[in-house]
């Protein structure tokens, strides 16, 4: 699963250019989101939802980070469960707006 993550994830930057942390994070970050979402066979996403926010703002920058990806990588059909896969992702924001995700495992300078 981790692969397949990492997978998507480097689709979301594909599509996301200039709107991404490439170095390190800040050590105090803007905002956190966690959103859950669900890839079907054919790689669209379906049912977005919003785990956690602390802002409506970076809220709408993550889920058009995934919007701007349009089909992600398609999942294996041995992971499928009613015909999609369940991903829980978190984009992480600096104060400027761009953001990572955390599965690449960003590091935050220290305060």
Known sequence: ME???????KRIFETSTGKTVTGDLQP???AVVVLRFEVDANGNVRNVQ???TPEKEADGLARA????A?????PPEEWLH????????????NKDGRFHLRT???KQRGA
Do not use: D, H, I
């Open 3 to 9: 692969q397949y993550k990492v997978a998507l994830c």
């Open 28 to 30: 105090l970050l803007r």
């Open 50 to 52: 919003t785990v956690r």
């Open 65 to 68: 980070s995934l919007e701007r």
């Open 70 to 74: 349009g089909a992600l990588p398609v």
């Open 82 to 93: 009613n015909g999609v896969l369940e991903v829980t992702e978190t984009w992480l924001f």
């Open 104 to 106: 690449f495992g960003p």
